[in-house]
């Protein structure tokens, strides 16, 4: 079994309107295989509670718009740390880049079909390290001017 078209449908909108609005590392996996409750995840994160939440804002309005699509679930509101919205076809997790970290949802789903996304998805991939390093490097800095 693999994903359907309509969650195709729902995670190319749903990653682009994360890439919209600068999601790091947007990646989908077809589970369908392996969990009967969904077709696919759809992974973005981003560095502070605030974008995560906008992220999120952003994925729901898009796929509600284009789509007429409206999670049956939204988790994690209160502390931003990681959202998650269940389309029923789909299910997107939006992580603080710490949890997506600890977390490591690549990890258990690395057995499973990468999904393709839209290139501005793509070009996400390995922002979350780039945004580490420069924050690593503006705290050096930061340091070196005491």
């Given amino acids: 079994m693999t994903a359907t078209d309509r969650s195709i449908e729902l995670i ?21 295989d392996v ?6 995840f759809v ?18 309005e898009q796929l509600n718009k284009q789509l007429g699509a409206k ?4 988790e994690g509101d209160r502390e931003a740390r990681w959202i998650l919205l269940d389309y029923v076809d789909i299910v997107v997790h939006v992580q603080h880049s710490e949890e997506r970290v600890f977390y490591a949802l690549e ?11 839209p290139a501005d998805a793509k ?8 945004h580490a390093e420069q ?3 503006d705290a050096d800095s930061a340091g070196d001017l005491r």
Avoid: F
């Fill in 12 to 32: 190319n909108v749903a990653a682009q309107a994360a890439a919209d609005k600068l999601a790091h590392d947007i990646i989908a996996y077809d589970v369908s």
């Fill in 43 to 60: 992974l973005a994160s981003a560095p502070n509670d605030r974008q995560v939440k906008s992220i999120v804002d952003e994925i729901e």
């Fill in 135 to 137: 924050q690593e490097a």
């Fill in 71 to 74: 999670p049956v679930r939204r």
């Fill in 35 to 40: 969990l009967a409750i969904t077709d696919a």
């Fill in 107 to 117: 990890r258990l789903w690395k057995d499973c079909p990468e999904l393709d996304l």
């Fill in 123 to 130: 070009a996400t991939r390995g922002k979350g390290a780039e």
